[in-house]
């Protein structure tokens, strides 16, 4: 199986994935009992997760349970190393370590922000599909999903899903360059 790196992440219709501080509460907008978006379905097809230390620290606050004890996951980090009881710290060059997960046998890497990793991960072209859904609300100001200075990349539709709630679910896969 060719281990696919897929970004699954929520954002407002006006391109942001948080406010300035972090704050997430946007999200509760499309909150819906027994809805998942397609969540679990997801979960079942990757085991291995990277994070940003940003997005680790913020679901650290929840104070739930760390919620991906069954997968591998990678902390990107400039200033932290090692691992800790959930995750391990890479501060290294992102391609040799999509490289390195890739080498060995496993389910798809799941990718969930923050901008900066994001942003690290299109300037390499290292996203293979992108599941982006688009919350009814608009921020005005705050993290932008997608940073300026990446390259210009093509991508190819795949599907849409729209929910009751309002939310889009977008589904592309990265073209790389011919």
Same mark, same amino acid.
């Given at each position: !199986?060719?281990?696919? $790196?897929?970004?699954?992440?929520? !954002?407002? #219709?006006?391109?942001?994935?948080?406010?300035?501080?972090?704050? #997430?509460?946007?999200?509760?907008? *499309?909150?819906?009992?027994?809805e998942d978006y397609g969540y679990?379905?997801?979960? /079942? +097809?990757?085991?291995?997760?990277?994070?940003?230390?940003?997005?680790?620290?913020? *679901?650290?606050?929840?104070?739930?349970?760390?919620?991906?004890?069954?997968?591998? %996951?990678? *902390?990107?980090?400039? =200033?932290?190393?090692?691992?800790?009881?959930?995750?391990?710290?890479?501060?290294?060059?992102?391609?040799?370590? &999509?490289?390195?997960?890739? =080498?060995?046998?496993?389910?798809?890497?799941? %990718?969930?922000?923050?901008?900066? $990793? $994001?942003? +690290?991960?299109?300037?390499?072209?290292?996203?293979? @599909? !992108?599941? &982006?859904? *688009? &919350?009814?609300?608009?921020?005005? =100001?705050?993290? @932008?999903?997608?940073?300026?200075? @990446?390259?210009? /990349?093509?991508?190819?539709? @795949?599907? =849409?899903?729209?929910?009751?709630?309002?939310? $889009?679910?977008?589904?592309?896969?990265?073209?790389?360059?011919?």
């Amino acid at each position: !199986m060719n281990r696919q $790196v897929i970004l699954y992440i929520a !954002m407002s #219709l006006d391109g942001y994935i948080a406010k300035e501080d972090d704050n #997430l509460d946007f999200l509760s907008v *499309v909150e819906k009992e027994g809805e998942d978006y397609g969540y679990t379905a997801f979960q /079942q +097809e990757v085991d291995t997760l990277i994070w940003g230390r940003r997005t680790y620290d913020k *679901v650290l606050s929840f104070g739930i349970d760390f919620p991906h004890k069954d997968k591998k %996951c990678y *902390v990107l980090s400039g =200033s932290k190393t090692g691992s800790d009881e959930n995750v391990e710290f890479f501060g290294g060059d992102v391609r040799e370590l &999509i490289a390195q997960i890739r =080498s060995q046998e496993g389910k798809h890497i799941y %990718c969930d922000g923050g901008a900066g $990793v $994001v942003y +690290e991960l299109l300037k390499y072209g290292l996203i293979d @599909r !992108m599941i &982006i859904s *688009v &919350i009814p609300h608009l921020l005005g =100001s705050g993290i @932008r999903l997608f940073k300026d200075g @990446r390259p210009e /990349q093509h991508l190819k539709f @795949r599907s =849409s899903t729209t929910f009751p709630t309002g939310l $889009v679910q977008l589904w592309y896969d990265n073209q790389p360059e011919q």
